[in-house]
């Protein structure tokens, strides 16, 4: 898998992405429609932050997005195409983004977890450190690992 910064321009595509990634989950469909409607991800979003994809033979393959803040940086999404999913690529993708916020020097990399998500992120090496709201009503575990 090849990683590189994603464009302004494929803002769209990496938003309709991650809903499809999404509904990997067993999830009914007016919680994915709601999970669209919300979705944060725009042309400014990639122009303001760290979104890095990953593609195999010329195809996106999944992406993230790194918010850096002062005290900490956020990984505010990981998404896999459904086919990608189970096959390496999430470690892939995790590890790139780990190392960058270790550039960042703040020391932490925060993400607030899907829930069927958390048994990959603790193979990551994360913990769970709170619980927050999601914007879906659901409480949703905040995840976080010390780098160096
Ligand atoms: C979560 C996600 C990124 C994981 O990526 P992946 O490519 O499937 O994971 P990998 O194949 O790299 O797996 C790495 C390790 O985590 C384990 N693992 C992967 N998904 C897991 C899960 N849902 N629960 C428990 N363990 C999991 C694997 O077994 C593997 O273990 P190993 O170290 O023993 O080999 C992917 O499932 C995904 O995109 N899901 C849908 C979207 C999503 O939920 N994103 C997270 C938003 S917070």
Request: glycine fraction near 10%; hydrophobic fraction near 45%; charge should be positive.
């Amino acid at each position: 898998m090849r990683i590189r910064r994603a464009r302004p321009d494929e803002a769209p595509a990496l938003a309709a992405l991650a809903v499809r990634s999404k509904g990997h989950w067993p999830y009914p469909p007016d919680l994915l429609a709601r999970f669209a409607r919300g979705l944060g991800m725009s042309a400014e979003v990639v122009a303001a932050n760290e979104v890095w994809l990953g593609e195999r033979d010329g195809r996106v393959g999944g992406f993230y997005t790194l918010v850096h803040r002062a005290d900490r940086t956020v990984l505010d999404d990981l998404w896999l195409e459904p086919a990608e999913i189970g096959r390496g690529c999430g470690r892939v993708l995790f590890t790139h983004a780990r190392r960058r916020a270790a550039d960042a020097g703040t020391g932490v990399l925060e993400w607030e977890a899907e829930p069927y998500a958390v048994g990959f992120y603790e193979r990551m090496g994360g913990v769970t450190v709170r619980w927050t709201a999601s914007p879906l009503g659901r409480p949703l575990p905040v995840m976080r690992m010390t780098l160096p």
